[in-house]
């Protein structure tokens, strides 16, 4: 049996990874066995977009947290300490669980002037890199806003980066640095997702801009974007495809 895919998703701020990736980790649950739903924004919610409740948000245990617990069990010091034992039944002891759905997430929003996030990112990446995949598990890592993740390796490791982008100027030029950082983190495939697109002007213009690396174009929804409704037929039909792209990837 071949291995799952580990997917991660990036892009300028408000163009919408949240609600592709929230979308995404729903479609992989209803096919797959296991799905890792990583929230590695900390200016987003992964769990709230997936309709869990501010309680059931509560109770993700943030992983420089989970790094403490799993340490309890294996012992070892350091920041890369021994991830020998199987990381999937670390994962399914120590995450919140819904369904068939494992969540992690980064930690909360840190106030201005205190620590970075180096820590848990440090250990989210040897994470996402220690866990082996059967073919129908999947890992989807909802990615902070802009570039500067990517110079923190978290991303490396995943076998996919979509790139989310607008088809306005300033949020192509973040997909664009995006795509170009993700070449320094040897990514084994980067693709671009078309996001709250209106005329085919602007699905033109994102293509244009990417050529052949455009996988999906999500078109624009008022209710969705606004965060006040569900995917629309379009948006549904939009991450199938995104879906089938990456699974004839994987075959060939």
């Not at 309709?51 to 992983?63: A, F, K, N, Q, Y």
């Amino acid at each position: 049996m071949g291995q799952g895919i580990k997917l991660a998703i990036s892009g300028k701020g408000g163009v919408g990874k949240t609600t592709l990736a929230a979308a995404l980790i729903r479609s992989y649950a209803a096919t797959h066995r296991r799905v890792y739903a990583v929230d590695a924004d900390p200016d987003a919610s992964l769990a709230l977009a997936l309709g869990l409740s501010e309680e059931e948000t509560s109770r993700i245990v943030p992983v420089v947290e989970l790094k403490e617990k799993i340490r309890e069990v294996m012992g070892g010091e350091g920041s890369f300490f021994s991830l020998n034992p199987p990381v999937a039944t670390m994962l399914e002891e120590f995450c919140f669980r819904a369904g068939n759905i494992f969540f992690l997430r980064l930690g909360e929003l840190k106030k201005g002037g205190t620590s970075c996030y180096c820590r848990e990112n440090a250990f989210l990446h040897a994470i996402i890199t220690a866990l082996l995949l059967e073919q129908d598990e999947v890992v989807v890592m909802d990615m902070p806003a802009g570039v500067e993740h990517l110079s923190r390796g978290t991303a490396r490791g995943v076998d996919v980066l979509l790139i989310v982008t607008e088809p306005n100027r300033r949020s192509l030029h973040t997909a664009f640095l995006v795509d170009r950082l993700a070449a320094d983190l040897a990514i084994k495939r980067v693709a671009v997702v078309g996001s709250k697109v209106r005329t085919l002007e602007e699905a033109e213009a994102i293509n244009r801009a990417f050529p052949g690396k455009v996988i999906a174009l999500l078109p624009f929804d008022e209710a969705l974007w606004s965060g006040d409704g569900v995917p629309g037929p379009a948006f549904q039909e939009a991450v199938e495809k995104i879906k089938e792209a990456l699974a004839e990837e994987r075959v060939g």
